[in-house]
Every structure is written in C-alpha cells, then in structure tokens.
C-alpha cells in the first residue's frame, strides 16, 4: 500500500468566498489500490451520479486560500486499473456549486511518498 502526502498549498490574493471552500478529489475511473481498497469514478458534475473520493477543508485568512497537506492512494500501482488518475477541484460548500477545478487529471506514483502540488502539476504536464 502506498499512501502519499500532498503538501500544503497557498494560493494569494484569493477572490472567492472566506468560508466554505473545500477540496474534492474525484477519481476518473474506478480503481482497487495497492491496498485493495477500490475507489469508484466520481462525476464532479452530477452529485446524483457518483461522489467524491477525498474531502479535504480548506482555510481563508487575509486573501490566502490554504490548502492542508493530506495523503491519498497511489494510482499507478492499481491492482486493475494504473492509469486511474485523480481530479481536484474546488468546491463551495455553501452554495453547493464547483469554484473552478485545481490543475488537470494527476496520477501519483508509490514513490516518492511525499509530494508538492508543483511536482503534480509538472508530472501532469509531461503526459
């Protein structure tokens, strides 16, 4: 079982609403990790289709959005599905409707165990 943890994000001069806010991570197609935990697709769009995978609550204090570090499941050593990736998206819990997604589809690696939304959005970008 590889778990990973994603580190802390800051994102300045935040325009968005300073409560409420959280981070969904769906995953874009169903998947049983190394740990054989199976993941079901989520559809970010439709809540009566499917749900999200991780919830993660964010804080806003003086114009910064923070997001919490948090670990999730690798994707790439999936028991049936390795290219399994994980969306991230920004949710306004207090209106119910999506804020606006965070990067593209990412896959994450058993190794390193340990990561930065930089590297993630780099990987992302050599696919």
């Known amino acids: 079982m590889a778990l990973i943890t994603i580190s802390q994000l800051v994102l300045s001069n935040w325009q968005g609403n300073s409560s409420g806010i959280q981070l969904r991570l769906y995953a874009t197609k169903t998947f049983t990790a190394s740990s054989g935990t199976v993941y079901p ?62 990067g593209s589809p990412f896959a994450l690696n058993p190794s390193p165990t340990s990561t930065t939304w930089a590297a993630i959005w780099s990987a992302a970008a050599d696919i």
């Open 41 to 102: 697709r989520g559809f970010p769009l439709s809540a009566s289709v499917g749900g999200f995978y991780r919830l993660v609550a964010c804080n806003v204090n003086s114009g910064s959005l923070t997001i919490p570090s948090f670990t999730v499941d690798s994707t790439t050593d999936s028991l049936d599905a390795p290219d399994a990736q994980f969306m991230a998206i920004l949710f306004d819990s207090l209106s119910g409707k999506e804020v606006q997604p965070l």
